[in-house]
């Protein structure tokens, strides 16, 4: 009999023993599964936070795209403004000739002999001439010189023997010829000697 107590005890004992595996496997695997859940919230956090960060980021990048974009707009739109109103103070200096021309006629139509009228006249055009020339000046417009015969500033439109001038030095000025800073705005005609 001793060794049928022995063999339950036995058995008992192994059943206990597989018990408290079982329980030490389900217990784990309890931890395990909380770990895990642990885990995975934590590489969800991780992860929620990353897309916000990516989000954020998109949002600035997006906000400066616009932002940049206005700013060309803006810069486009100050161009054409700018090139639309580019002659406004040349326009403005304008009105001082014109002035002085109405002036002219205005003096001129007071009760004077002929010879008023037309001194009149001469001296309102001296001063138009003259707010021309002022306004010019002030806008860099400058006549070409007329020493010697350059084909970049001149068109000789006639050519005539002259004993006290050299070849290709400029007789007559025709009409006069422009530069606005370096830049040609009309060639001068001239008469040339041959």
Do not use: C, W
Not at 161 to 185: F, M, P
């Amino acid at each position: 009999m001793d060794g049928v107590v022995d063999g339950n005890t036995q058995n008992l004992q192994d059943t206990k023993d597989e018990t408290t595996k079982e329980d030490n496997i389900v217990e784990n695997e309890t931890k395990f599964d909380s770990l895990d859940e642990e885990f995975k919230a934590k590489m969800q956090s991780k992860v929620d936070e990353a897309i916000n960060k990516e989000k954020e980021a998109n949002d600035k990048l997006l906000r400066a795209y616009a932002d940049f974009e206005n700013f060309k707009k803006q810069i486009e739109k100050e161009k054409y403004s700018a090139i639309d109103y580019a002659s406004e103070k040349f326009a403005k200096d304008l009105l001082a000739p014109i002035d002085a021309l109405q002036m002219a006629i205005i003096s001129a139509k007071g009760d004077f002999d002929a010879i008023q009228v037309v001194e009149k006249l001469k001296e309102g055009m001296e001063l138009t001439l003259k707010a021309f020339n002022t306004a010019f000046e002030k806008h860099d417009i400058s006549e070409v010189e007329y020493d010697k015969f350059d084909p970049q500033l001149h068109n000789a439109v006639m050519k005539i023997n002259k004993e006290e001038a050299d070849t290709n030095d400029i007789v007559e000025v025709l009409q006069k010829g422009y530069k606005y800073k370096d830049r040609l705005l009309r060639e001068a005609m001239v008469t040339v000697a041959n």
